[in-house]
């Protein structure tokens, strides 16, 4: 059985949004990822809403999220 791979180029990056979506829920939860911190998370997020975010924001940028996926 042969495997195929997809990459998926956005340019409007909303598949990057729908995934950091998640992971800011998780955050605004208090859960935790071991591969990526908070502050990256939140650079991602500045990154395509074009806000910037201080450290523990993340309901704030979850709200943003939601408004650019909107």
């Given at each position: 059985?042969?495997?195929?791979m ?6 409007d ?12 829920k ?7 990822n071991?591969?990526l911190?908070?502050?990256q998370i939140l650079?991602a997020?500045?990154?395509i809403?074009?806000k910037?975010?201080?450290?523990g924001?993340y309901?704030?940028?979850l709200?943003?999220?939601e408004e650019?996926?909107?």
């Amino acid at each position: 059985m042969e495997v195929k791979m997809v990459t998926l180029i956005q340019p409007d990056n909303r598949l990057a949004a729908v995934f950091l979506k998640g992971h800011l829920k998780m955050l605004a939860l208090g859960m935790k990822n071991s591969k990526l911190s908070g502050t990256q998370i939140l650079k991602a997020a500045s990154q395509i809403t074009g806000k910037k975010y201080k450290r523990g924001q993340y309901k704030l940028a979850l709200a943003d999220i939601e408004e650019f996926l909107s």
